[in-house]
């Protein structure tokens, strides 16, 4: 259980990567009260400074002793080191925000995005999971769509971009495209296939019933955010050449009629979100304009002329804050405002 102070000693494990860099500048961004604040990382990164507010924090080697004193850690380290960590962290009264997929599915660990689910995190959180990028940003417009409308059915293709697979993928796009048009040949090191101008329908691994882990991902764990395992999805995740934002095609089908204005009326007072569809005028949400904002962008809402009580919407977000930094950091303050 977290106690009331005026300020909270913060750790960050996984300090050095995408997402743990993200979340140093949101704490500094949305000014958390931090007494403290741990930079951890593996051993090889030992020594590196990182800025927070004008000051040097430098890069401590992530151990079991790394969180004696720490009121909250963030974890952005991947799934093996948070399984190994993240319990010595809770034995020392630490509350984990896990970014990784380890804890994501346990039964007795709260998978929360702060706009739909805050309740589900218990009195005594010891562990709180962060969902997939992916399904964040999906189940932020499906929210207020299912307590008004109730959903039966969620067909989906999401269109994600490089920075989900970390600095690598963002360095490959980048001298993928350069070598491409300078008439180079190039080499593929993170994805099997060339990534610069194509599109690859194969994020994760593929698993026995067809689907990869990334699209069951998006199944299991909207259902479990929603709190509705009768929801049927169908999900398809596309890597594509873009740097930052995730963009997704969402077909929602529901038990009560429903209409495109309804929707758009809905989703514009709902938090986290910002409607943007305006056709006429080219208005629609875009993955360079998504990068950096805080805001699920929803547009071309429309109503499904193939099916009876169905909508048609494109969503867009960035995957580093909203999809992992940020929504961390809003659980953290959710803790502390509630203590």
């Not at 995005?113 to 962060?130: C, L, M, Q, R, Y």
């Not at 300078?182 to 026995?208: M, R, S, W």
Request: hydrophobic residues 40%.
């Amino acid at each position: 259980m977290l106690i009331k102070k005026e300020q909270y000693n913060v750790a960050v494990a996984g300090a050095t990567g995408a997402v743990g860099r993200k979340m140093f500048e949101i704490l500094a961004e949305r000014d958390f009260p931090v007494a403290n604040l741990k930079a951890l990382a593996s051993a090889r990164s030992v020594g590196q400074a990182l800025d927070f507010k004008g000051s040097s924090v430098l890069v401590e080697e992530l151990t079991e002793s790394s969180f004696d004193g720490v009121d909250i850690a963030l974890f952005s380290a991947g799934a093996s080191v948070s399984r190994q960590f993240a319990p010595f962290a809770v034995k020392s009264s630490c509350i984990v925000i896990d970014n990784s997929s380890a804890f994501r599915m346990e039964p007795n660990i709260p998978l929360v995005v702060p706009e739909v689910n805050p309740d589900a995190i218990g009195s005594e959180p010891g562990i709180i999971a962060n969902p997939n990028c992916s399904t964040i940003q999906m189940v932020v417009a499906l929210k207020p769509i299912h307590d008004n409308f109730k959903i039966k059915r969620v067909v989906v293709s999401t269109y994600q971009s490089v920075s989900g697979s970390g600095q690598k993928a963002i360095d490959e796009l980048q001298t993928q495209t350069k070598n491409l048009l300078g008439g180079e040949t190039i080499k593929a090191n993170v994805y099997p296939h060339q990534i610069a101008f194509n599109c690859l329908p194969h994020i994760d691994i593929f698993l026995e019933n067809g689907y990869t882990k990334e699209e069951m991902k998006m199944v299991d764990e909207t259902r479990k955010i929603l709190g509705d395992s009768s929801i049927l999805i169908s999900p398809t995740a596309v890597r594509v050449p873009v740097f930052y934002c995730h963009s997704e095609s969402v077909n929602v089908e529901t038990e009560k009629p429903i209409s495109a204005k309804e929707i758009k009326e809905l989703l514009a007072g709902s938090d986290g979100i910002r409607v943007v569809d305006n056709p006429k005028n080219n208005e629609y949400p875009l993955a360079t304009d998504g990068a950096d904002q805080d805001e699920v962008l929803v547009g071309r809402i429309r109503d499904d002329i193939s099916c009876e009580n169905a909508i048609n919407f494109w969503v867009v977000s960035d995957n580093l804050r909203k999809g992992a930094a940020l929504n961390a950091v809003q659980i953290a303050e959710y803790l502390i405002q509630r203590a």
